[in-house]
């Protein structure tokens, strides 16, 4: 039997739209929902550690992902280069969809297209589906060739926007990219296009050199680096994305723990992302979303909404 976790109003924010019980979800592609139903089943369902799922990342086409290897883990952080592998849109809907809209809580189907007609058939095709709750637009992999295209340009963003928008009515959540020198013209061109939230930061480019041979470590010879070592940078890019803009800002990079939750909540975040920190503990959600709780109460705070407003209201006017 599922069993609801006791509700906590400091905790309930909006996301665009979406009502969540409190602000921590996960990043795309680091916490398997489906792997963990089929082993734990409604243990998973009952102790659910994010308040929506977002689902790793799906193509139009099915792709098996990039050769290996696809890993290196650096003194504080990971970098993959894993390459987008996923059954496609049909795959999808067909064989993954039915077991994610078991999950006790709103479903966030993460999409990317290598054109604006396969971005369109994606937002489409998910967007149709009741047991999706939002889309997010991934516009920021690094490890696709053209992954960051639209990421990286303004203009390529506003024209995604314009493409995509009239679509769907569900909420479309895009995702930014840091390799990219100034985030907020990208980050105002997604918005002042119609997206509903934005989320950032992905992965930053990174390499690695093989100690014996001295060639690139990884078979797609460059990857995304994640984990602590980014934190500081991902809040960087948070504060200048939340003082710049009005719709909620998702912020990840980093997350271990309360502090590093309330931190970006601090740089104007609605929500958080909890992503390489889950693959070190699977739990990670849970244990953050509680520390946050005691962190806010101990500072006094009403509810994490009022932190976020009084953060970005901060920033704004500095
Ligand atoms: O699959 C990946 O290699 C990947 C994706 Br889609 C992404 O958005 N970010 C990342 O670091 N890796």
Known sequence: MTVAPPRDERLEIDLAGLRLSHPVVNASGTFDAIAALRTFGD?????????????????????????????????????????LPNKGLEGFLKRDLP?????????????????????????????????????ELNVSCPNVKSGCVIGSESDEMAALMARVRPLSDKPLIVKL?????????????????????????????????????????LGARQGGLSGPAVRPVALAMTMQVAARTHVP??????????????????????????????????????????????????????????ATNAARDRLRAA
């Not at 689902?55 to 390459?83: F, M, V």
């Not at 054109?115 to 937002?123: N, P």
């Not at 998702?250 to 889950?278: H, N, W």
């Open 43 to 83: 243990t998973v369902r009952a102790q659910f550690p994010f308040s929506a799922f977002v689902s790793k990342t799906i193509t139009l086409a099915p792709r098996g992902g990039n050769p290996p290897p696809r890993l290196w883990e650096t003194p504080a952080g990971l970098i993959n280069s894993i390459g």
């Open 99 to 135: 077991a994610l809209a078991t999950l006790p809580v709103p479903l966030v189907v993460s999409v990317a297209g290598f054109s604006l007609d396969e971005f369109a058939a994606l937002v489409e095709g998910v967007g149709r589906r009741p047991e999706v709750a939002a889309l």
């Open 177 to 217: 990219t840091p390799n990219v020198s100034d985030v907020v013209p990208v980050a105002l061109a997604a918005q002042n296009g119609g997206a509903d939230a934005l989320s950032l930061i992905n992965t930053l480019r990174a390499s690695a050199v093989d100690p014996c041979t001295g060639a690139p470590w």
């Open 249 to 306: 800002v998702v912020g990840m990079g980093g997350i271990q723990c309360g502090r590093d939750a309330l931190d970006f909540i601090d740089a104007g975040a609605a929500c958080v992302a909890v992503g390489t920190e889950s693959f070190r503990d699977p739990a990670a959600g849970t244990r953050v979303r509680e520390a946050l709780d005691r962190a806010l109460c101990a500072r006094g705070d009403g509810s994490a909404a009022a």
